[in-house]
């Protein structure tokens, strides 16, 4: 590991226990990521027992840097990574090269795709399972670019809700700036904006992100997290439409524990570029 790379474990393991004010035997910070995906977590030990939670914002994204550092021309680089961490703040690393990430919520083929793209592998660095993706990716390649319309829910029960309550939830605004931050580290422009029901005059706060020339807005109700996208073939390029939905759908969904709904995502087309099952 050079210096540079050393010094960005070093900041993570710094800055993914700096919240940690009670005493503490060993905190383990795990990331997974592809080019335009992560997640992550922490466990953390005390006195034999266990809790899992989330590391402080921004204490991961170095591991953005670390990933490309580490990048071998044919041989690539890694998928996921341990930092075992102690009180001392001495830190050991365990990077998963050729296994495949353990995602909470699946990541599809088309962004291993894209990730190879950027982290070019040799056949021979090619384990099966990542092989058997790229595979499957291709067939879904051949579908025709047509733009992407479409309105979507997320509910906190996974059901569709019948409320036309525009009142924001408690939290919407908190959710809505954690959202677009998690959204920049993947490489999408989004902001927090806020809207007016013209009917009831209330006014709730909105995630309007960047997707070329369309639209795509995330907006906070009482009982309905109401998404809606609207971009013709002409005002964004596939990869990128599908990047930013894929991402805003697993973001959105992370940050404010309510579930998608895709009982409004009816045609195949429509669900192969949200990466849900046909």
């Known amino acids: 590991m ?13 800055l993914g226990v700096a919240d940690l004010d009670q005493p503490w035997d060993r905190a383990v910070l795990e990331f997974r990521a592809l080019s335009g995906s992560a997640e992550f977590g922490r466990s953390v030990y005390r006195g034999g027992d266990q809790l899992e939670d989330f590391p402080p914002d921004g204490s991961i994204s170095p591991l953005f840097e670390l990933r490309r550092l580490m990048y071998v021309p044919g ?61 499957r990716a291709g067939s879904e390649r051949e579908l025709d670019w047509s733009g992407l319309r479409f309105q979507a829910s997320f509910t906190r029960d996974g059901r569709l809700s019948t409320s036309l309550d525009f009142h924001p939830p408690p939290g ?56 809606s996208v609207d971009v013709a073939a002409s005002q964004s390029d596939p990869h990128t439409a599908r990047h930013a939905v894929t991402a805003v759908r697993e973001v959105v969904g992370d940050v404010t524990g309510w579930t998608f709904v895709d009982a409004k995502v009816t045609t195949g087309y429509e669900r192969a570029m949200l990466g849900l099952p046909r």
């Open 75 to 135: 041989a690539g680089t890694w998928f996921s990574v341990e930092v075992d961490v102690t009180p001392d703040l001495r830190a050991a690393t365990r990077f998963g090269y050729d296994t495949e990430p353990a995602w909470y919520l699946p990541r599809d083929d088309e962004t291993y795709v894209d990730d190879l793209a950027l982290f070019p592998r040799d056949e021979e660095h090619l384990p099966d399972w990542l092989r058997q993706k790229v595979v």
């Open 2 to 14: 050079s210096p540079e790379e050393a010094r960005i474990v070093d900041e993570v393991a710094r």
């Open 172 to 227: 919407a605004g908190r959710w809505a700036a954690d959202i677009v931050g998690r959204l920049a580290a993947q490489g999408i422009h989004a902001r927090v904006g806020h809207s007016v029901d013209d009917e009831s005059g209330v006014t709730y706060p909105d995630v309007r992100v960047r997707l070329g020339d369309g639209y795509c807005s995330v907006a906070f109700w009482a009982d309905d997290i109401f998404w």
